[in-house]
């Protein structure tokens, strides 16, 4: 049996099964190593959001936010069954901190960055039909924009892309857990403990850490030891109300502390999120709190008073890999950080944050920036042009 790569991943993620994509569309071969199960991490515990992200643009992030409309547009095409357009309503009542003006000239903004492709429209809802939008409160309801985005079943599509990547050639073992990488002069040996076969070794021109929250864990595992980052996990809770809104998604500002919060149909019922909190434990035992539970759903029954009563009868909550640097993590830059052990050819590169939406640029960037390290000659097949179907879990 084959053991010795061109690329070794590190993580049945999103960005573990992007680089397994990439990787095996230019004719190199490649194994990919999950711990669990494909999409157990952060990318089956997203808001499944396929957008450019409107609040970036208050940070000024608008390379981020062209990148990901550009990304959805690609998704929209390749991928129909597993992420669809939906409209989004932002509601703007006196008490909202922005203003319609402000969130006028942002959506223009968004449309422009979207290069006015597909579901780049915006319009603001008239008051008569105010009372359709699921019970939003109208008191104090100044204006309700509506705009477009688009939802995805997050773990769905990390399966799509595996199997996407399987199909062109790569490898997958799951569950797989790297236990220890020791860099040659040339590349690495790994060493991962499968459940049957026990412990396996494989040697890795280049081996990507993938591995979401437990970036640095899997570096604390490399011999000898190189770069790291700094990083805080954030956690983020989503919790799931026994009631579905049916017109779309909402995007309200929380009245607690005025950030924003989405409100979603899923699987028949309504998605509520996202908080951010510091977590300095285990990745594998992050966990909803009771006050982020709580704090979402005082905000959303602020706007939608018919969730009186209603149930929290699931949560959930995903770590975000945010680099140590200024401000709240709210305000942080979302872009991905490409780090390698060294210039010129790496023998490890961490993926460090990043965006479910703009999985495939990542890929396709890091790729690149490994052209000469696995010899590239050009003649790769297209990301951006490879549909992707649903496959069974
Ligand atoms: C609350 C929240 C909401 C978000 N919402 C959105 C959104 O709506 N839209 C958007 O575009 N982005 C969103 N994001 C960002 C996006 O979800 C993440 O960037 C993305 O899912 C990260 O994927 P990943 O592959 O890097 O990590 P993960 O999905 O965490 O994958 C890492 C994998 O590595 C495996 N692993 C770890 N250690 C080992 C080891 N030693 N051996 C083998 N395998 C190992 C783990 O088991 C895990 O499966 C959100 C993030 C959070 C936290």
Known sequence: MKNDYDVVVVGGGIHGASVAQAVAACGKSILLL???????????????????????????????????????????????????????????????????????????????????GTGSRFKSIPRHQWNQLDGLDVNGLQKVFQYYDAQTDDAALTRAVIQSAIQLGAEVKVPAAVTEIKLEDKGSQLSYQENEGGLQHCKAKVVVNAAGPWINKVLDRVQPQV???????????????????????????????????????????????????????????????????????????????ELTGKEIVDAFA????????????????????????????????TIYGGKLTAYRKTAEKLLLSLKSTLDISGDCKETRAIPLYPVEE
């Open 34 to 116: 999950e711990q669990n199960s494909m999409a157990s991490g952060t990318s089956s515990r997203s808001s499944k959001l396929i957008h450019g992200g409107l609040r970036y643009l208050e940070t000024a992030q608008f390379s981020l936010v062209r990148e990901c409309l550009t990304e959805r547009s690609l998704l929209l095409k390749n991928a129909p069954e597993l992420v669809r357009l939906m409209p989004f309503y932002f509601p703007l009542y006196d008490t909202t901190s922005r203003r319609p003006w402000q969130i006028r000239a942002g959506l223009s903004l968004y449309s422009i960055l979207g290069g006015f």
């Open 227 to 305: 770069p790291r980052l700094d990083v805080e996990l954030i956690q983020g809770t989503h919790i799931l109300i026994d009631h579905k809104v049916q017109q779309g998604i909402y995007y309200i500002e929380s009245p607690i502390d005025h950030r924003a919060v989405f409100v979603m149909p899923w699987e028949g019922k309504t998605l509520i999120g996202t908080t951010e909190t510091l977590y300095k434990g285990d990745p594998a035992d992050v966990m909803p709190l009771d006050e982020e539970k709580q704090y979402l759903f005082k905000t959303a029954l602020h706007y939608f008073p």
């Open 318 to 349: 995903g770590l975000r890999v945010l680099p140590l640097g200024a401000g709240s993590a709210f305000t942080r830059p979302r872009d991905v950080i490409f780090l390698p052990d060294r210039p010129g050819h790496p023998r490890i590169v």
